[in-house]
């Protein structure tokens, strides 16, 4: 069956450390892959997108990777503040352009 | 900035009842999106248009329906709630391509159906 799956539930790390979220997936032939963030009570916000044909992306602190191989994407916030404290939902968009979101991980950066 | 409004942050309904949630963005997209997002199930696509008066089915489509009788309001419609339907509702429009472009999203809709 078609999946996709992120890291546990919820993510706690020290400020100033580097996050990694992760974003595995089943059975889908992805042409894009999109992190947003989402804050309590709020819709989610796009962050970056990347290509089936790239293997990394970067914006300021953030960096994802994306692996058809290993099917898994992975989302890295460097130098972690509190303010980066958010869900982050990945989102996969297929070669026929169906979206499928993830369920989210739920990142708290401890001060 | 591209702003996606809709109208309620909050509403609670009685089972049965027939609800209207409104979806407005200004800037002249052409897709718009309706979807229920529920914990550890992720966002889930109820309906889309691509189209004044154009829609598409989603993942979950039954007991809802839409409307889009211009570019800019995507309204979506529970013809008689029920107590399943309690959810929060998000609405997105993109510019390009369905979900190959960016999706702006508002700020949801909390429905509690009593």
């Known amino acids: 069956s078609q999946k996709i799956e992120q890291n546990s539930e919820a993510l706690n790390i020290q400020e100033g450390k580097t996050a990694t979220l992760t974003c595995n997936y089943t059975?889908?032939?992805?042409?894009?892959l999109q992190w947003y963030r989402q804050d309590p009570g709020r819709g989610p916000v796009f962050l970056l997108l990347i290509r089936e044909n790239e293997k990394e992306k970067r914006k300021e602190r953030l960096k994802v990777t994306f692996d058809t191989t290993l099917k898994q994407s992975l989302f890295h916030i460097t130098a972690s503040q509190p303010a980066d404290s958010a869900t982050y939902l990945c989102?996969?968009?297929?070669?026929?352009?169906?979206?499928?979101f993830g369920p989210g991980t739920s990142l708290s950066v401890i001060p | 900035d591209v702003k996606v409004t809709q109208s309620s942050r909050y509403l609670v309904k009685r089972t049965g009842e027939k609800v209207f949630l409104e979806c407005v963005q200004d800037m002249d997209h052409e897709n718009m999106f309706w979807y229920r997002q529920d914990p550890g199930l992720g966002l889930r696509l109820i309906y889309f248009s691509y189209d004044v008066k154009m829609k598409e089915k989603g993942d979950i489509p039954e007991g809802y329906s839409v409307s889009r009788e211009k570019k800019e309001r995507f309204s979506l419609i529970l013809e008689s709630a029920s107590t399943n339907q309690t959810s929060m509702y998000l609405c997105?429009?993109?510019?390009?391509?369905?979900?190959?472009?960016?999706?702006?999203f508002g700020p949801g809709t909390r429905l509690t159906v009593l």
């Open positions: 059975n889908y032939s992805p042409a894009y």
């Open positions: 989102a996969l968009i297929t070669s026929y352009d169906k979206v499928i």
């Open positions: 997105a429009s993109s510019l390009w391509d369905r979900g190959r472009d960016t999706q702006y």
